[in-house]
């Protein structure tokens, strides 16, 4: 199975200020058949289902603000907020779906 | 629009057996694989089962494999999961998710809490 680790666990991040999680995986998800990437970012808010963010990797989920953005490839990837609103407190989870599916074990951001 | 809707969470002693069940509207349900997603009390997020969209593929995560059995019935636009042998570490809310073609999770429901106690 592949094992999804992210970093840090937690974050605070100041109003207006950039916002960086980091996701590894255990083996490489990037296809290499179509060179994508294997990857996703969800968004979980208390008392909501999660909300899936960015796909493929780096591609928007349609309604996701441009100031989410992934980046990575094969191992290593990060999912960043560029300029932190109230609203994006919540846990992130990233996920992998390249052999059934696995999620990071997620990295709560907090307002500082 | 997309609704899914999960039912048949509750109360259960370890040992027991508990049956949940999704109801899909809004899209094509036959077209799309669904699964099971949990999250235990203070816990991430754990898949635990998928099932292919006609139904004869089913996958497990190896924590409730030989416990757990997914199946759908696409005449009715249900998902249903079958719970044998509950342990407390089941103890979580179960969320329903249509997988989209790539596969992520793009639609999710609101989740039914099942909890294994004595």
């Known amino acids: 199975d592949i094992v999804m680790t992210q970093s840090p666990d937690s974050l605070a991040v100041s109003l207006g200020e950039r916002a960086t999680i980091n996701c590894k995986s255990s083996q490489s998800v990037l296809y290499s058949s179509n060179n994508k990437n294997y990857l996703g970012w969800y968004q979980l808010k208390p008392g909501q289902p999660p909300k899936l963010l960015i796909y493929w990797a780096s591609t928007r989920e349609s309604g996701v603000p441009d100031r989410f953005s992934g980046s990575g490839s094969g191992t290593d990837f990060t999912l960043t907020i560029s300029s932190l609103q109230a609203e994006d407190v919540a846990v992130y989870y990233c996920h992998q779906y390249y052999t059934t599916h696995t999620f990071g074990q997620g990295t709560k951001l907090e307002i500082k | 629009e997309v609704q899914l809707l999960e039912s048949g969470g509750g109360l259960v002693q370890p040992g027991g057996s508990l049956r949940l069940s999704c109801t899909a509207s809004?899209?094509?349900?036959?077209?799309?694989?669904m699964s099971w997603v949990r999250q235990a009390p203070g816990k991430g997020l754990e898949w635990v089962s998928a099932?292919?969209?006609?139904?004869?593929?089913?996958y497990y995560a190896d924590s409730v494999k030989g416990r757990f059995t997914i199946s759908r019935d696409n005449s009715k636009n249900t998902l249903s999961l079958q719970m044998n042998t509950l342990r407390a570490e089941d103890t979580a809310v179960y969320y329903c998710?249509?997988?989209?073609?790539?596969?992520?999770?793009?639609?999710w429901g609101q989740g039914t809490l099942v909890t294994v106690s004595s």
């Open positions: 998710a249509k997988e989209n073609s790539f596969p992520v999770f793009d639609y």
């Open positions: 099932i292919s969209g006609g139904g004869v593929s089913t």
């Open positions: 809004g899209f094509t349900f036959s077209s799309y694989a």
